[in-house]
Structures are given as structure tokens and as C-alpha cells.
């Protein structure tokens, strides 16, 4: 069974950088079956897809987002990360990393969630 679990700081002063990693464990970031993205959940609100990183290293962002992340991986240890810079107290948020079915609406793994406090 996969797990993904991130890592990476709660708290981070605003204009500089939010870099979270993803550890995925019991599956292969490099399967075709399955993209790998970031999702958050600001306080009070719904859930906004962030981006994604394919199997084979290709990324597509939120257009609302995509000036400010990136999403990269390092295959060899199984990780994807997200950066998001300059942040500013809106991205306050509890971020996942997910697994998805391409094609479908189906983000079928989550991690646990980081809290993310923007702040000074």
C-alpha cells in the first residue's frame, strides 16, 4: 500500500520561499499509472489543486499559481517536492501531496497534511 508523507517547515516569513518535500513509499513516482500532485486547503476554504508532476518528469501548474511553483522530483529517492515563492499570509494552508489516476478525478492516496503558516 503507498504512503506519502511531506516534510519540510510549518512557518515561513512572507516574500520568501515554501518548499515542501513528498516521501512516497510502496509505489514508483516513475510508474505510469499515476501523477503526483500538491493540493492545499486554506483556513475556512476548499481545496485548491496546486500542480502536478507526471511519471515521466512533465509538470503543469494552476494558472493562478503556476508564476509562483514549481514542482521537481528526485527519482532516486522516490520524492517530490513543491516550492512556492514569494509567499505572502494567503498561502496559509495545510498542504498534501496525492497520488492520482491520470485522466480521472481520482486522487486515490493522500498524505497526512503539513500545516503552513505564513508569517512574520
Known amino acids: 500500500q503507498v504512503e506519502l508523507q511531506e516534510s519540510g517547515p510549518g512557518l515561513v516569513k512572507p516574500s520568501q520561499m515554501l518548499s515542501l518535500t513528498c516521501t512516497v513509499s510502496?509505489?514508483?513516482?516513475?510508474?505510469?499509472?499515476?501523477?503526483w500532485n500538491w493540493i492545499r486547503q486554506p483556513p475556512g476554504k476548499g481545496l485548491e489543486w496546486m500542480g502536478v508532476?507526471?511519471?515521466?518528469?512533465?509538470?503543469y501548474y494552476s494558472p493562478s499559481l503556476k508564476s509562483r511553483t514549481s514542482i521537481s522530483r528526485d527519482t532516486s529517492k522516490n520524492q517530490f517536492s513543491l516550492q512556492l515563492t514569494p509567499v505572502t499570509p494567503d498561502d496559509t494552508a495545510v498542504y498534501y501531496c496525492?497520488?492520482?489516476?491520470?485522466?480521472?478525478?481520482?486522487?486515490?492516496?493522500w498524505s497526512r497534511g503539513t500545516q503552513v503558516t505564513v508569517s512574520s
Open positions: 510502496g509505489g514508483s513516482i516513475t510508474s505510469s499509472d499515476y501523477s
Open positions: 496525492t497520488r492520482k489516476v491520470p485522466g480521472t478525478a481520482d486522487f486515490d492516496s
Open positions: 508532476i507526471t511519471y515521466d518528469g512533465r509538470t
